[in-house]
């Protein structure tokens, strides 16, 4: 197979592979930016793997940056473009189930290609678009399928991250898992206790945003893969109702982890905790806390002009979108106008502040400084005060009765 029309991220790359070519070595474009351009989907960036070790690549370009020199990997800067340019390699060892003892590197393309994960993956293409497909990647792409390239239990054991990248991609690209595949997963799905959370979080998420994020949660569920991350065993009959809803597809992190702790029914520290097993950040666990109570009044037909305000423009978008994904019969524009017409968005907005109301002498600092700054707020956000420094104040008296 040759690509003729090369998308531009690879034709702006050719000079790197003509100059490493041209001193006599071999250079190909690999990985997911060769799948995904057969697949007809944009690419983000491009992948280079070379015949050349990183010091011989370093000696035939002006500006290089040694961005995984251990691993083999060489950055060449090019007329304002970054090419990762990977040394060939063979990986062994393994003990851990994650990175290997040792990595040599090699002249050999075949030997390179054979210890990458997925048929579809192990895909190379020459500076002129021609396809080298030792293991029938390009089969698999047309049949949609997501298959270990040869033994599957090796290259789980070489990498028990792998089978949650076969998960992620059956969902990103709506492909079927081999049987085969599928059943190495089973059998090492109690692996992946032995990955980095924070490395199958990004796997989770991305899985969880491709175009069928149901399939890929009813592959965990099939493989008992969710047995093994943080969480999820306890939520198993969650997942299946989530598994049944109608198609939905998600925007961003938030709205995943919003989307979960609603259908686990999860409060406040809940979703904390669930989070920070999980390793999400900090950002990540307070968008959450924001949305699941949002959600939860959509569907319960409690929205006031306090969960709006609680909520905020951002995570109300993204409130929406998660309450649209499990089915809440909402209209969305007739929320955004709710909260278009809050009287204030931001605590900052408040006509009146503790400074105004000691200097006022209605209030001495301490605990009933903040209450009743609280109350002004929840007021105003209410509409039965207007947000103006004297009716605050006035209204700041009678609460204390003064
Ligand atoms: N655990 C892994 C990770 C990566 N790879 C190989 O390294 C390539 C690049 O890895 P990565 O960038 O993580 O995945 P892509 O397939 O490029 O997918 P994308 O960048 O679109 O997420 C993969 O295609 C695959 O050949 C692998 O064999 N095993
Ligand atoms: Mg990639």
């Known amino acids: 197979m040759k690509i003729t029309n090369l998308p531009a991220e690879f034709e702006n790359a050719r000079p790197v592979l003509q100059t490493i070519e041209d001193a006599g070595y071999e250079a190909y474009f690999v990985g997911g930016s060769v799948r995904d351009t057969i697949m007809g989907l944009k690419i983000h960036d491009v992948d280079i793997a070379s015949s050349a070790y990183p010091a011989e690549l370093k000696a035939l370009f002006k500006r290089t940056v040694d961005t995984g ?43 390179d290609l054979k210890r990458r994960d997925f048929t579809i993956n192990a895909l190379a293409m020459k500076e002129n678009g021609e396809v080298i497909d030792l293991f029938d990647g390009l ?69 969880m945003l491709g175009s069928q994020p149901q399939r890929g949660l009813q592959d965990m569920l099939n493989t008992n893969m969710v047995a093994y991350v943080p969480v999820f065993n306890d939520y198993r009959s969650a997942i299946e109702t989530m ?55 959509f569907r319960d037909h409690k929205l006031s002009s306090v969960v709006l305000f609680d909520t905020g423009a951002e995570r109300l978008k993204d409130s929406l979108a998660v309450a649209n994904a499990i089915g809440i019969n909402i209209d969305d524009q007739e929320v955004l106008h709710a909260y278009s017409q809050l009287p204030i968005k931001d605590d900052h907005e408040l006509a009146i502040n503790g400074g105004v109301l000691i200097k006022s002498g209605v209030v001495n600092p301490g605990p009933d400084l903040g209450r009743v700054l609280k109350e002004l ?12 420094q004297s009716q605050l104040l006035a209204t700041a008296k009678r609460l204390l009765n003064r």
């Not at 079927?176 to 924070?198: C, F, G, W, Y």
């Not at 992190?253 to 809940?270: H, I």
């Open 243 to 297: 598994i049944a809803l109608p198609n939905f597809k998600l925007a961003n992190e938030n709205q995943v982890w919003g989307l979960l702790s609603v259908m686990f029914g999860l409060q406040r520290n809940q979703i904390a905790a669930m989070l920070k097993q999980w390793k999400a950040a900090n950002q990540t666990i307070s968008a959450t806390q924001k949305i699941t109570p949002a959600v939860n009044a």
């Open 69 to 111: 020199i251990e691993h083999g990997t060489v950055m060449v800067l090019d007329h304002g473009n970054g090419y990762e340019v990977t040394t060939f390699r063979t990986e062994s060892g393994y003990q851990d189930y994650r990175r290997p003892d040792k990595v040599e590197f090699i002249r050999s393309l075949p030997e």
């Open 139 to 207: 089969t698999d792409l047309k049949n949609h399928l997501i298959r270990a390239v040869g033994n599957p239990d090796t290259r789980f054991n070489e990498d028990a991250l792998r089978m949650m990248r076969a998960v992620r991609f059956a969902s990103k690209l709506n492909f079927a898992i081999d049987p085969n595949t599928m059943d190495a997963i089973s059998r090492h799905s109690q692996l992946l206790a032995k990955i980095a959370v924070e490395r199958i979080n990004t796997e989770f998420v991305k899985m």
């Open 377 to 388: 707020k929840l007021a105003v956000i209410n509409g039965t005060v207007q947000n103006d």
